[in-house]
């Protein structure tokens, strides 16, 4: 099993749609975590990191759930501009282990 | 937020040939940067883990002396493709983690360079 799993997609949503992603991991251990987006040939930029009561930044909302251990990303009146591949990452603080998913894909249709 | 540069943005260079690649923390200090590759439409890879002052880490499958990592200051790693060939044609990606030592908050958040595209004729 891999540390990190994410639905590849692709995603393809229409403009205004309301789209969520998952994030599995597999080590209790993981203390940090954060959603990335990058675009294509560009480097991951992040989005939003992710605690344990939930967070939401306009649009996107990032929740926790250590108990299932996944994290998920929620994103509200899709844009066109939210066309991208969204990476989960997951950090081990203290020893400097950082997964990375493989990405999300997002497509938004006009 | 904090910075990390990465340089060449994009390089071309003959098989055979050498290309060194920097990653520089600007505004904060690095103890550990990481090394990526990625594949057109493939997701990030890591290559290998860099601590200031002491051997790379390499993950699994990846070239010790193919990749040489060199981490010398807290600002700054080079990454060096050595004997290039065609099949490394890649886009190299850095990323740093501040470390809170310097008064910056500790937050496991990485901060990613812009990304070396090699493109090996």
């Known amino acids: 099993r891999k540390e990190v799993e994410q639905d590849p997609g692709p995603f393809n949503v229409p403009e205004g749609a309301t789209v969520a992603f998952n994030c599995t991991y597999s080590?209790?251990?993981?203390?940090?975590f954060f959603w990335y987006r990058q675009d294509c040939r560009k480097e991951p930029k992040l989005l939003m990191s992710?605690?344990?009561s939930g967070n939401e930044d306009g649009r996107f909302t990032a929740q926790l759930n250590r108990a299932s251990q996944y994290i998920s990303l929620l994103i509200r009146d899709s844009k066109l501009s939210d066309s991208a591949t969204y990476l989960c990452?997951?950090?081990?603080?203290?020893?400097?282990?950082?997964?990375f998913g493989t990405g999300t894909k997002l497509q938004v249709i006009p | 937020g904090a910075v990390v540069s990465q340089h060449p943005s994009r390089v071309i260079c003959k098989s055979g040939t050498s290309v060194k690649i920097e990653c520089r923390s600007l505004?904060?200090?690095?103890?550990?940067m990481f090394w990526y590759r990625q594949f057109p439409k493939q997701s990030l890879m890591l290559m290998a883990t860099?601590?200031?002052?002491?051997?790379?880490?390499?993950e699994q499958g990846v070239e010790k002396d193919k990749f040489l990592i060199n981490h010398a200051s807290l600002t700054l790693s080079t990454l060096t493709v050595t004997s290039a060939h065609p099949e490394d044609s890649s886009f190299y990606i850095c990323?740093?983690?501040?470390?809170?030592?310097?008064?910056?908050?500790?937050?496991?958040?990485?901060?990613f360079g812009e990304g070396s595209r090699l493109t090996v004729l």
């Open positions: 990323s740093a983690m501040t470390t809170g030592g310097d008064g910056s908050a500790a937050t496991g958040e990485l901060f």
């Open positions: 080590n209790s251990a993981s203390q940090s």
């Open positions: 992710v605690y344990s």
């Open positions: 990452v997951v950090n081990k603080w203290g020893y400097q282990k950082v997964t």
């Open positions: 505004d904060f200090q690095a103890t550990t």
């Open positions: 860099s601590n200031e002052g002491s051997k790379a880490t390499y």
